[in-house]
């Protein structure tokens, strides 16, 4: 079966370059051409499709036309949705430390990231350990996590004395970088240390990205890291995100 796919003007003309003429009219979904001797062309654009109808020479000629050439059909190629690569969701863990959380929120932002921050969240009903386990949960949205190490806290071992006492970030942001290395694996937890503190002993396999003043000190090594987690980075953003 004969399909043509285009301008009912290119039809016409194709036809009556190979001899066929006579009148045209339109109907409900469907072009026709009717001969001086009674052979009938009809043409659904819906679907393209080509039939022959009535008598007279006429017909034969249009079936030899539809047969034997190949008729000027527009060609429609399916349309593929366009699917943009959506990036992970990011949540963030944090101490007392508000301005590198600030800091880090902002360089994520011109980095085009949307993370989870409690502090900025709808959830302030919730503690960061219950948002922890809801956001990074088997039904969470979150597939990446920031850890911001910050020196919120002093402390020594027992054993070493008083004069050993050293910056530590606070035991819950351990405790919750805990959680994400369980949960999300070392290659997809993101830690950040501000200045020189104490790190658990049990971590020291796990790559930390250091920094003194401010996050952006860190973006080179940040903006690897959340590629190598899936994220789809602009590298121009980056640049500014570092200045």
């Known amino acids: 079966m004969a399909k043509f796919y285009g301008d009912i003007s290119k039809l016409k003309l194709f036809f009556s370059e190979h001899g066929v003429s006579g009148h045209w009219s339109s109907g409900t979904g469907m072009e026709k051409l009717?001969?001086?001797d009674g052979a009938i062309l009809i043409w659904y654009p819906n679907t393209g499709?080509?039939?022959s109808q009535g008598k007279g020479p006429s017909k034969s000629k249009i079936e030899d036309v539809i047969k034997n050439f190949n008729l000027p059909v527009a060609t429609v190629e399916p349309i593929a949705e366009k699917v943009e690569a959506k990036n992970p969701g990011l949540f963030v863990v944090y101490g007392h430390?508000?301005?590198s959380r600030d800091q880090l929120e902002l360089i994520l932002g011109k980095l085009g990231i949307d993370p989870f921050i409690l502090a900025k969240s709808s959830g302030q009903g919730m503690t960061i350990i219950e948002a922890l386990e809801q956001q990074v949960?088997?039904?969470g949205s979150a597939g990446v996590g920031i850890v911001l190490l910050t020196p919120d806290d002093r402390g020594y071992s027992k054993r070493e004395g008083k004069e050993a006492v050293k910056d530590r970030?606070?035991?819950?942001?351990?405790?919750?970088m805990g959680m994400l290395i369980s949960k999300l694996g070392r290659s997809n937890t993101i830690i950040l240390v501000k200045g020189s503190l104490e790190r658990p002993s049990d971590t020291d396999g796990i790559i930390y990205l250091s920094y003194q003043n401010h996050?952006?000190?860190?973006?080179?090594?940040?903006?690897d890291?959340?590629?190598?987690?899936?994220f789809k980075i602009n590298h121009k953003k980056a640049l500014e995100a570092a200045q």
């Open 49 to 51: 499709t080509l039939l």
């Open 137 to 139: 949960g088997l039904n």
């Open 34 to 36: 009717q001969t001086p």
């Open 97 to 99: 430390d508000e301005t």
């Open 169 to 176: 970030a606070r035991q819950n942001v351990i405790l919750e």
């Open 215 to 223: 996050i952006k000190e860190t973006v080179g090594k940040l903006v």
């Open 225 to 230: 890291r959340l590629e190598n987690a899936g």
